[in-house]
C-alpha cells in the first residue's frame, strides 16, 4: 500500500514557533520504501508520538534549507542509521542543505545526493525527479514520485508556467499554500516566495490532478480554516481538493482515496 502521513502541516515562522500546525514535514510509504521529507522542528517527537518506524527509514529528504523543512533532518539521519552505527539509507538534499548538514552526518548514511532541478534519481524501486523552485532559497527543489500514482510536491515557491509543466500528469498534487493572500508577492523580499490560494488554484488549473492536497500553512492560512479555502480551490477549479491536517494518512495505491479520522471538518 503506498500512503502519505502528513505528520505536520505547519509552515513558515509563526507556526514554527507556536506550533499551532506541527512543523513536522512528511512520511511517505511508496513503492515499498519509506522516506521522510522535509523534517521540520518537531519531527523526531511528532513521528516517534505517531510510533512510526523512523530506524527503518530508507532516505530523508529535504527539499531546501529553511528551519522548516531542514530542522529534524540530522537527528532523522541518526535514526535511519541506527545512531550513525550502521552505514544504511540515503539522504537527499540541495546544494544549500548540504552546507547546513555536518560532515558527521553526511557521512552516515550507505549514500547522499546532491539534487538539482530536473535531475532523476532512485529510491530502492521508486523513480523521482527534482523540479524547480522559485523561492529565496535559490538551490530549492520539489519532487515527483513515481509509485502507483504519481504524487508531486511542488515546494515551496511561487507559481509559474514552467514548474506546473514538471508537474504535469500528477495524479496527487500536494502545494504548500503558506498565506491565503501574499501581498508582497514580486516585490524583492524574503517573504515573496511563498505560494497563496491564487497560486494554488492557478497550478490546479494546469496540471489537473485527481486530487490535491493543500498542507505546509502559515498563520494566515491556519487562522482562516483552511479546510474552507480548500473547498473553494474545489469550486474554481473542479479538482478535488482537501486541506491535510496534522496526522492525516492517505492511501495512494488503488484509487485515489482519503483515509479520515478525528475532526472531519479539515477535510
Not at 522516506?35 to 519531527?43: F, H, K, Q, T, V
Not at 527539499?63 to 523543512?69: G, K, M, Q, Y
Not at 523561492?135 to 511561487?158: C, E, L, P, R
Not at 497550478?203 to 505546509?216: A, G, R, S, Y
Amino acid at each position: 500500500m503506498d500512503t502519505i502521513r502528513f505528520v505536520g502541516t505547519g509552515g513558515g515562522r509563526m507556526a514554527t514557533t507556536t506550533q499551532l500546525r506541527k512543523t513536522a514535514g512528511l512520511y511517505l510509504e511508496l513503492q515499498g520504501v519509506r522516506i521522510y521529507l522535509d523534517p521540520g522542528p518537531g519531527a523526531l517527537v511528532y513521528a516517534r508520538a505517531e510510533k512510526l518506524p523512523l530506524e527503518k527509514l530508507d532516505c530523508v529528504i529535504v527539499s531546501h534549507a529553511h528551519i522548516d523543512h531542514i530542522n529534524d533532518a540530522q537527528v532523522l539521519i541518526e535514526a535511519m542509521t541506527h545512531g550513525a552505527r550502521e552505514k544504511r539509507g540515503i539522504f537527499v538534499g540541495t546544494k544549500s542543505v548540504m552546507k547546513q548538514i555536518t560532515d558527521y552526518h553526511k557521512d552516515a548514511p550507505n549514500s547522499v545526493l546532491i539534487v538539482k532541478a530536473g535531475d532523476k534519481f532512485k529510491i530502492g524501486d521508486l523513480n523521482v525527479i527534482a523540479t524547480k523552485t522559485i523561492h529565496t532559497d535559490a538551490y530549492g527543489v520539489g519532487f515527483k514520485f513515481f509509485a502507483s500514482k504519481k504524487i508531486s510536491y511542488v515546494g515551496d515557491t511561487i507559481y509559474s508556467k514552467e514548474i506546473s509543466k514538471a508537474h504535469a500528469s500528477a495524479d496527487i498534487l500536494i502545494l504548500n499554500c503558506l498565506y491565503l493572500v501574499n501581498e508582497n508577492k514580486g516585490k524583492n523580499i524574503e517573504f515573496a516566495k511563498h505560494m497563496d490560494l491564487d497560486d494554488a488554484i492557478k497550478f490546479v488549473l494546469d496540471i489537473k490532478p485527481k486530487l490535491c492536497i493543500l498542507q505546509h500553512f502559515g498563520m494566515g492560512m491556519i487562522l482562516k480554516k483552511p479546510w474552507e479555502k480548500a473547498i473553494l480551490v474545489e469550486e474554481k477549479t473542479g479538482v478535488k481538493t482537501v486541506a491535510a491536517r496534522d496526522g492525516q494518512i492517505f492511501d495512494v495505491s488503488g484509487a485515489v482515496t482519503v483515509k479520515k479520522s478525528g475532526l472531519g471538518r479539515f477535510v
